[in-house]
């Protein structure tokens, strides 16, 4: 069954060490951001952070129109030339600088549209946003497309600390909303230098119309599809900023971005790693098969039982990160906390559609998605922010079956085989609710403060599973399991071994 990892080894060597790069940084900078978030909702209002996430917003939104999808044209292309290169590099230069000019000139109407008068200047500035991503969009995609995943984890790492250091900077100089701005701003200069440094390609303008067809034709496709999905991850914000104002913004971002921290830790760090592995064995179906089930009992081994925990948890997590003045936030944190395992783990799905070229297959479901969680969102604001959330969470499941339907094209599994990849994670969320559980009964009778039960918890729950791993459990839960760990394990060992 796992024969392809002895005869391609050094295919899967190069996945395990770039999981352990990408999680390794994604995890130093999901801690990191934990604890800037606490400094930042201490410095700054609602109010401050829901303009600036509705000028994310606009911003993420326009962006996949001014990258085309050239950048994971380039990763999935199998035959690469310079012309391709330096044809998508003249591409994503010229319509950066349409739409940093178009985002200057209609920020007004935009400003309008959200009834956020700052948006006006906001916008106009976070437009040189688009300038940058232009510049090292190529540089980032010829990375990913390397394998360089170390590389990449360590210029996420440096770009989020110089985010972090503005933003606090600012904040405590009582810049108020502009403190994200700049720091943002600050964040995009860094990493485009450190892009263009490392990864340097043919930077002399040429243009190759049939390369351009080429790239266009598969980019065409990942825009719908990013874009139906850019829509999709903004329609609730644009749905709360529009029907319930920044305030209400502000505290539904916040908790959007607590759940977002472990779905970016899990799903994004697997697709960074596996869109470009899929890519390389897109023709090797047998292979795919293996990756793709490997993926998503991972994801459910990690994130069902966060998830869990984090529902439990709600109040406390809020109470220790952001303080009592954002305790509305807590029902709307515990609904999202439910859909981690699928907001998570339809990015596996996501990376085999790109990387056997089914991108307008996939922009189909997106589109769905979006028109799902816009809806949902929309009849759900009539409930306040818990509301939205319980929408968007239908929304999520209902594109988690939708993709994983389309990966089902692709790889060689039946569905009863797929339920049963999650089984691993299901036996740990039952442990993970037994540890909540545990340490709540305990401050029945004893108070603990909400920093020590969120503790407790996690110790709990961590040496259960310790002593779970000692009496070989994995032999139970599953071939996945077993190698996941021996993987683990072995690479842990050879960074430690090589210090």
């Not at 609904?335 to 070229?357: N, Q």
């Amino acid at each position: 069954m796992y024969s392809f990892l002895t005869k391609n080894s050094t295919l899967t060597e190069k996945t395990f060490n770039g999981l352990f790069w990408m999680f390794s940084g994604k995890g130093f900078q999901a801690v990191f951001q934990f604890i800037v978030t606490i400094v930042l909702a201490r410095l700054l209002t609602p109010n401050d952070f829901g303009v600036v996430s509705a000028a994310t917003v606009v911003i993420t939104f326009t962006t996949m129109f001014s990258m085309v999808g050239v950048g994971p044209a380039i990763v999935q292309r199998p035959n690469l030339t310079e012309l391709h290169i330096r044809t998508g590099y003249v591409i994503t230069i010229l319509l950066s600088v349409i739409f940093t000019l178009l985002m200057y000139t209609f920020s007004g109407l935009i400003a309008n549209f959200f009834n956020i008068v700052e948006l006006i200047n906001v916008l106009k500035v976070m437009s040189v946003i688009f300038l940058l991503k232009g510049f090292s969009i190529i540089s980032e995609s010829l990375m990913q497309r390397e394998l360089r995943f170390k590389l990449i984890a360590g210029i996420e790492v440096i770009s989020y600390f110089i985010y972090a250091v503005t933003g606090i900077i600012c904040a405590l100089l009582g810049f108020d909303y502009w403190s994200l701005v700049y720091a943002q701003i600050i964040q995009n200069i860094v990493k485009t230098f450190l892009l263009i440094k490392y990864q340097r390609h043919n930077m002399v303008p040429k243009f190759d119309l049939k390369s351009a067809r080429e790239l266009l034709f598969f980019g065409g496709g990942y825009t719908i599809a990013q874009l139906s999905n850019q829509i999709a991850l903004q329609a609730d914000n644009l749905v709360v900023g529009k029907w319930l104002g920044p305030t209400a913004l502000g505290l539904y971002s916040r908790a959007y971005q607590l759940i977002l921290m472990p779905a970016n830790l899990f799903g994004q760090v697997m697709d960074n790693v596996l869109f470009p592995v899929m890519s390389q064995i897109q023709n090797k179906r047998d292979q795919l098969t293996q990756s793709f089930r490997l993926g998503i009992t991972a994801v459910a081994f990690f994130t069902i039982p966060v998830g869990i925990m984090i529902c439990l948890l709600s109040e406390e997590i809020v109470i220790v990160l952001f303080g009592e003045a954002w305790i509305n936030l807590v029902p709307a944190l515990q609904v999202l906390s439910l859909g981690l395992v699928f907001r998570t783990g339809y990015k596996i799905s996501d990376s085999l559609a790109r990387a056997t070229g089914a991108v307008y297959k996939r922009a189909l479901r997106q589109i769905i998605y979006a028109i799902a969680v816009f809806t949902g969102a929309w009849v759900g604001h009539h409930w306040g922010i818990a509301g939205v959330s319980v929408g968007v969470l239908f929304a999520i499941i209902i594109n988690y079956c939708s993709m994983t339907q389309l990966s089902m094209q692709f790889v060689d599994l039946t569905i009863v085989e797929i339920i049963k990849s999650h089984f691993p994670g299901v036996v740990l969320g039952i442990f993970a609710y037994l540890s909540v559980f545990i340490v709540k009964t305990i401050t029945n009778f004893i108070f603990l403060p909400a920093i020590f039960i969120i503790l407790f918890s996690g110790i709990i729950f961590l040496l259960i599973v310790l002593i779970l791993f000692r009496l070989n459990i994995d032999r139970i839960l599953g071939k996945e399991v077993i190698l996941v760990k021996a993987k683990i394990v072995n690479l842990v060992a050879k960074k430690v071994s090589s210090k």
